[in-house]
């Protein structure tokens, strides 16, 4: 059973405890400046956002395939069989490439770290893997649960059949880049509750793959053609030479 | 040598200026870290630090591999006199490339963990890899240099002997990285403006880095025979500025190719700065493609340099485009480099021309010339020791 959390903004309150517990969580402060803070940042793993008289939670999707995971040169961010992508920070040395790859803008940096920077982003509290996520737990309106993705999607299908009038009628990260462990529910279209229309439905990592899949052949390829070219007109140079001592300035 | 008090220059000023600016955000860099160094934010994570000094750094540097293919493998030995300032240059210009990641990695004392921390589905691993095994490549073509100019004959021949190996293996992993810098940007979908995202950027990037070696060849020469009053290898360049013209029309059809394939014509339609800089991107390179052709600009040295010039503007335009312009949009936040950020970049290009500059007074980086084309060479000077003198 791979952990997800579904997420749905018509339950959500916006009474910000998730941000709370997830604080302490990091050990990071939270302090009202903070709570007023609409976005994440690596003081602030999870934030609840205001669209007008909704609310919507910004954290890390945990797709499936992630693409932070498949550009990180260091193997410093991974999924895990259990669900949560992980940060291993002893590896990561800092090229930032998974915030430049994430689709969804989720890690972030601790820009202001001088010796130590790190990457900072929800870990679906893979501390803890056999009780409910943090957030999950302290919401009060189950807006916010942990379970099996399976499980959660047909959940979520089962609300939105209960008050159809309720839900725009799609679940958020089912398709998006090939699938994620956060689910989302919206009484809106997604990208008005701040939820990016752009996310391609494909695997993003595939996508390089394509790409990199070929290095085998044009290593191969590549040698065996210019170590031919390169015998070939040396052989030529030497014929040309045992032939005659005198054109040897020529050439 | 004599120690004497360099003379005031217009350069030698500028230079200074640029080197003290370079020190004081390297301090910044040092004290600070990257949050008072730059204007990088969790939006917008890369800066010029990647889009100048790598992705231009790196491809100006492919004269290297171009060149070494073109004599060594092709063999075409007339090419023989520009083969060395250009590994020289590729090898400046990679040893550079290091410097300046060591500036933007968050800890750069970690710069070794790809090495022994895989992960093979990365392309950012995979160039790590080839920069650094073409890195020491480029220092192997160039050793031999050193070991000619203190006269090591027996190391000078064992070099020699495995060369043809090290130079097959600098082309392949010229041609990996090369193109792999383009790949980084295949997992941008959505996120990378759709007048630069496509799945054909690995071999544009490819094709554009043959084409700047061949320019970088040709800037660079034009500017060493000012530099060290030298006669420029005039024929050498006019056939080099054809194959230029060649390759670069190549490139130039399959990027219009490419974004009507992809029936991306209608972006610049929209307002921005996108557009109106993908066209000047597109002018500096298809007017110097036709300036190209004109026998009367192949003619004339400086008609030929301005050509040139053009594209590699239009070349280092491009890859700002990718890097910066491109993915504004989609960050939600405008960048505009920091002063500290600026000044690293411009201190490390001219580190670039000043230790080019010393290497060539004191490494025979143009001695080939003499023993390939003794007419071209004899008269305009002979021995090393003259170039020194001729040097300001």
């Known amino acids: ?251 | 040598m004599k120690l004497t008090m360099p003379k005031i220059t217009f350069w030698r000023v500028v230079f200074a200026v640029i080197m003290m600016s370079g020190l004081a955000a390297t301090y910044i860099r040092v004290t600070q870290g990257l949050a008072g160094s730059s204007n990088l934010s969790d939006e917008f994570p890369w800066g010029i630090w990647i889009g100048f000094d790598i992705l231009c750094g790196v491809g100006l540097a492919a004269g290297g591999f171009t060149l070494a293919a073109i004599v060594h493998i092709f063999n075409l030995r007339e090419y023989k006199p520009v083969v060395r300032p250009a590994i020289l240059t590729a090898f400046l210009g990679y040893s550079l490339v290091v410097v300046a990641l060591m500036f933007d990695l968050g800890r750069p004392w970690r710069i070794w963990h790809p090495l022994i921390m895989w992960n093979p589905r990365s392309v950012m691993f995979e160039v790590g890899w080839c920069v650094t095994l073409y890195t020491t490549v480029l220092f192997l073509e160039f050793f031999p240099l050193v070991l000619e100019r203190f006269k090591l004959t027996k190391a000078h021949k064992i070099l020699k002997g495995v060369m043809p190996l090290i130079i097959i293996a600098g082309v392949i992993l010229s041609t990996l990285h090369q193109s792999s810098l383009g790949s980084l940007y295949l997992i941008m979908k959505g996120k990378l403006h759709p007048l630069w995202y496509s799945p054909l950027m690995p071999l544009l990037f490819y094709i554009s880095a043959i084409a700047v070696g061949l320019g970088m060849t040709i800037f660079e020469s034009w500017h060493s025979s000012k530099a060290f009053g030298r006669q420029l290898e005039w024929p050498l360049i006019q056939k080099l500025s054809r194959m230029l013209a060649v390759v670069l029309s190549l490139y130039v059809v399959m990027r219009l190719f490419d974004v009507t394939q992809r029936h991306a014509w209608v972006y610049l339609e929209q307002p921005g700065w996108e557009s109106k800089l993908f066209m000047l991107e597109m002018a500096l390179f298809i007017v110097p493609a036709l300036l190209l052709y004109r026998e009367k600009t192949r003619q004339n040295p400086t008609g030929l340099y301005i050509t040139v010039v053009m594209f590699l503007l239009g070349f280092v335009t491009n890859r700002l485009n990718i890097s910066l312009t491109g993915m504004e949009a989609s960050s939600g936040v405008t960048y505009i480099p920091k002063w500290t950020e600026v000044a690293v970049t411009f201190s490390i290009i001219a580190g670039g021309f000043a230790i080019f500059r010393l290497a060539a007074k004191n490494l025979p980086v143009f001695e080939a010339a003499e023993h390939e084309v003794p007419a071209a060479a004899n008269g305009s000077r002979g021995e090393l020791a003259s170039v020194n003198a001729t040097g300001d």
């Open chain 1, 1 to 251: 059973m791979a952990r997800a959390i579904l997420y749905d903004s018509v339950l959500c309150v916006g009474c910000r405890q998730c941000e709370e517990t997830c604080s302490e969580r990091w050990k990071l402060p939270y302090t009202e400046k903070i709570a007023a803070e609409e976005k994440t940042s690596a003081h602030k793993i999870t934030a609840v956002r205001t669209h007008g008289e909704r609310f919507s939670r910004k954290l890390c999707m945990h797709c499936i395939d992630p693409a932070c995971a498949s550009v990180c040169p260091v193997a410093a961010l991974q999924k895990t069989e259990a669900g949560p992508v992980v940060y291993l920070e002893d590896r990561c040395m800092g090229c930032r490439y998974c915030m430049t790859a994430c689709p969804f803008q989720v890690p972030t940096y601790t820009w202001s770290e001088i010796l130590e920077p790190k990457v900072a982003k929800c870990d679906m509290c893979s501390d803890r893997l056999k009780e409910p996520t943090r957030c999950s737990e302290i919401c009060p309106t189950e807006a916010t649960i942990t379970g099996d993705r399976d499980e959660l999607i047909a959940k979520a299908r089962e609300r939105m059949k209960e008050s159809p009038d309720s839900y725009y009628p799609a679940i958020y990260g089912i398709e998006e880049v090939g699938g994620t462990s956060v689910l989302i529910l919206s009484a809106v279209p997604f990208d008005q509750i701040g939820f990016s229309k752009s996310i391609p439905k494909e695997n993003l990592p595939q996508t390089t793959w394509a790409a990199l899949q070929h290095i085998p052949n044009i290593v191969v390829s590549g040698s065996v053609l210019m170590g031919g070219i390169y015998w070939l007109n040396n052989r030529k140079e030497e014929v040309a030479r045992a032939e005659g001592e005198g054109r040897e300035g020529v050439k």
